[in-house]
């Protein structure tokens, strides 16, 4: 395989769907990359399914930057795109700017950010530094006690209408794709025919580019809330709590550890 560039990567959009998800250390993210996973995101969900917290809202710069770089030591051929955290971009573009070369120079190829129009100012200003920008809008996780849950977004006519303009001003920033986060179907799918950026769909129906999965769910790691858009496509946590027990068990018994051992 060959290293997934931006360019290559945004070339892909009416040729072929790309199915990506997170890791967040050099072991899942090294097995990710032999699979053939095009994009890997080293996701503020690490909060959540790592480090045990409730929200996005706790992880730091810094939890995100030793994530990122330890991903980034184990991948070859993966885009390998960091997500900047809460606190990271919203203290002012100076302070945004520098946590984005931090991104960079910790291995990640690009970074991702959550925001509608509003955000399009700060694209711009990474994009003019030569940082690539992964857009996020619909569900943003960082805006969850603004929003009020994890709630469905776009449902409504205004909403729709809100979501098409955040998307048509951050490709006009020079984002060269967009998260959409929990949308209606028929919204992802007119946004990913209108739009020049490559669509990412979470929760976001079948019609996205691209689809992103959190790697505990489909591994079946998740040992918390699973989203409803999510699919098990392995369940590791079930022979890891088998490996633990028969261990635990093997130990108990004198089986472990043997003369071999």
Same mark, same amino acid.
């Given at each position: 395989?060959?290293?997934?560039?931006?360019?290559?990567?945004?070339?892909?959009?009416?040729?072929?769907?790309?199915?990506?998800?997170?890791?967040?250390?050099? /072991?899942?993210?090294?097995?990710?990359?032999?699979?053939?996973?095009? /994009?890997?995101?080293? +996701?503020?969900?690490?909060?959540?399914?790592?480090?045990?917290?409730?929200?996005?809202?706790?992880?730091?710069?810094?939890?995100? %930057?030793?994530?990122?770089?330890?991903?980034?030591?184990?991948?070859?051929?993966?885009?390998?795109? /960091?997500?900047?955290?809460?606190?990271?971009?919203?203290?002012?573009?100076?302070?945004?700017?520098?946590?984005?070369?931090?991104?960079?120079?910790?291995?990640?190829?690009?970074?991702?950010?959550?925001?509608?129009?509003?955000?399009?100012?700060?694209?711009?200003?990474?994009?003019?530094?030569?940082?690539?920008?992964?857009?996020?809008?619909?569900?943003?996780?960082?805006?969850?006690?603004?929003?009020?849950?994890?709630?469905?977004?776009?449902?409504?006519?205004?909403?729709?209408?809100?979501?098409?303009?955040?998307?048509?001003?951050?490709?006009?920033? +020079?984002?060269?794709?967009?998260?959409?986060?929990?949308?209606?179907?028929? %919204?992802?799918?007119?946004?990913?025919?209108?739009?020049?950026?490559?669509?990412?769909?979470?929760?976001? +129906?079948?019609?996205?580019?691209?689809?992103? %999965?959190?790697?505990?769910?489909?591994?079946? %790691?998740?040992?918390?809330?699973?989203?409803?858009?999510?699919?098990?496509?392995?369940?590791?946590?079930?022979?890891?709590?088998?490996?633990?027990?028969?261990?635990?068990?093997?130990?108990?018994?004198?089986?472990?550890?043997?003369?071999?051992?």
């Amino acid at each position: 395989m060959k290293k997934w560039t931006v360019p290559a990567f945004a070339a892909e959009k009416g040729k072929s769907k790309l199915g990506c998800c997170t890791a967040y250390d050099a /072991c899942f993210a090294k097995l990710a990359d032999e699979a053939g996973v095009p /994009c890997i995101l080293v +996701g503020d969900s690490m909060g959540m399914v790592a480090l045990g917290y409730g929200t996005t809202l706790p992880v730091t710069m810094d939890e995100m %930057l030793s994530a990122t770089a330890a991903v980034a030591r184990a991948v070859k051929d993966a885009l390998v795109v /960091c997500d900047l955290p809460f606190g990271a971009y919203q203290c002012g573009d100076d302070a945004a700017l520098a946590n984005a070369i931090r991104a960079l120079q910790a291995g990640s190829d690009a970074v991702k950010l959550e925001g509608g129009a509003f955000r399009a100012p700060l694209v711009q200003r990474l994009v003019e530094n030569g940082i690539p920008v992964v857009a996020h809008v619909g569900l943003m996780p960082q805006s969850v006690n603004a929003l009020g849950g994890f709630k469905m977004q776009g449902k409504t006519a205004a909403a729709a209408t809100q979501l098409k303009n955040d998307v048509a001003a951050l490709e006009a920033a +020079g984002a060269f794709a967009v998260t959409l986060e929990c949308v209606p179907d028929a %919204l992802a799918k007119e946004i990913t025919e209108t739009s020049a950026m490559s669509t990412i769909g979470i929760g976001a +129906g079948p019609h996205c580019d691209v689809q992103w %999965l959190v790697m505990h769910d489909l591994l079946g %790691l998740n040992t918390g809330r699973v989203p409803s858009f999510a699919r098990k496509f392995a369940d590791l946590g079930t022979l890891a709590r088998k490996g633990f027990a028969d261990y635990v068990a093997a130990v108990a018994s004198s089986a472990f550890p043997a003369e071999r051992n």
